[in-house]
């Protein structure tokens, strides 16, 4: 183990890597919509909750990072893993980013690499979890919105962070119960954004799951341990048998060569 960053750790899945480096991005905006913009009271509520949120993904992040590498005290000095463990703090959200820029540099590597390998590799977890930052982009944006709308609208239902969370939730998941529901056009405008989203959302989750159960389905029978035991020792045996019917023929042959000379040397 050298000082150097383990591709194994940080760049062996880059769909979850820019997944954890989206979302950090998004709680330092959230960070700084809080410091320097003038939000209501209501707003500020569940931008907090959001990057509260943000920092469970980033300490279980860095909790798979600490287990996964060989060697702990080397990860945490030697390979900047302090780095991780303050960065998963709101406040210090700026340091996962830098660490990302060192993960990249490391490795020689540029962001133009990193995302061309995200492109090649399209597969049912990237789309996944692209989807899934999308949805987490847009509910929060929504919940904001629906808030400063439809507040203090005559006739409106949703009053409080908690009804714009709960309607929020319910529209994502075009459950739709009615109870909460927007009466601005303005509102009704997210309503439709929502719904859309969170048809892509369930509609990529059935085909992940279909993608897993038919991947499950593909792998031969033989992949178990013990069928892979037999097939090691049926191809060892033939390997064997193999090796003694050449050794055989090449005695064979040595011995007719040596037939011929003495035939050779006789009519001599």
């Not at 820019?18 to 707003?43: C, E, G, K, W």
């Not at 490795?107 to 990193?114: L, P, V």
């Not at 792998?219 to 341990?225: A, D, I, Q």
């Amino acid at each position: 183990m050298n000082n150097r960053i383990d591709s194994d750790l940080a760049l062996v899945n880059p769909n979850w890597s820019a997944f954890v480096l989206l979302i950090t991005l998004l709680s330092v905006l959230n960070q700084f919509v809080r410091l320097f913009l003038p939000i209501s009271a209501d707003a500020d509520v569940v931008l907090q909750t959001a990057n509260f949120a943000i920092s469970l993904i980033l300490w279980a992040d860095f909790i798979y990072l600490l287990r996964k590498s060989p060697d702990k005290r080397t990860f945490m000095t030697g390979q900047h893993g302090w780095m991780v463990l303050l960065g998963s703090m709101p406040f210090l959200r700026f340091l996962r980013i830098i660490w990302f820029w060192l993960i990249l540099r490391a490795h020689n590597r540029s962001f133009r690499d990193f995302l061309s390998r995200i492109v090649i590799k399209q597969d049912a977890q990237g789309t996944l979890l692209f989807i899934l930052f999308i949805v987490i982009v847009v509910f929060e944006a929504s919940v904001v919105s629906i808030l400063s709308l439809e507040e203090a609208q005559p006739g409106s239902t949703i009053h409080s962070v908690s009804d714009a969370v709960w309607w929020a939730f319910a529209t994502v998941s075009t459950v739709g119960y009615g109870d909460e529901y927007p009466v601005t056009n303005g509102g009704r405008l997210i309503a439709m954004l929502l719904m859309a989203v969170g048809i892509a959302l369930f509609s990529v989750v059935t085909g992940s799951l279909a993608e897993w159960f038919r991947e499950r389905q593909a792998l031969p029978p033989s992949s178990g341990r013990t069928g892979g035991t037999a097939n090691t020792e049926e191809a060892v045996a033939e390997i064997k048998a193999l090796l003694e019917r050449q050794e055989q023929d090449y005695l064979e042959t040595i011995e007719e060569i040596r037939v011929r000379l003495s035939d050779l040397e006789a009519v001599k």
